[in-house]
């Protein structure tokens, strides 16, 4: 089963996968968030919990449900300012 997850005090969105055969479930996230300065953060990743229950009992406790729109609307910003981010890094070291 594939559900979706916002953390709004994280500014992190989770796709939650337990469809694996093993007992684990694969916790994809994806956090963008630019700060009244100018600065952001963007970063994604995955982490992987033993035991499939587990990763919906933390994610109660720490997020809302969410959509599969939401987590992709997520995907779009992180690609966006991360295609921004090479880019300048690229033209500054003469890559």
Known sequence: ???YWKDTKQRKT???DTTSEKDEAYIYWVQVHMFDDGAF???RGRDVVQ???KAKEILEVTAA????KEYISSL???FAIDKKVRGQFIK????
């Open 41 to 43: 953060v963007h970063a």
């Open 14 to 16: 989770y796709k939650v």
């Open 51 to 53: 035991g499939k229950y």
């Open 92 to 95: 500054q070291y003469e890559l």
């Open 1 to 3: 089963m594939i559900s």
């Open 76 to 78: 779009k910003d992180y």
């Open 65 to 68: 449900p969410s959509t599969e």
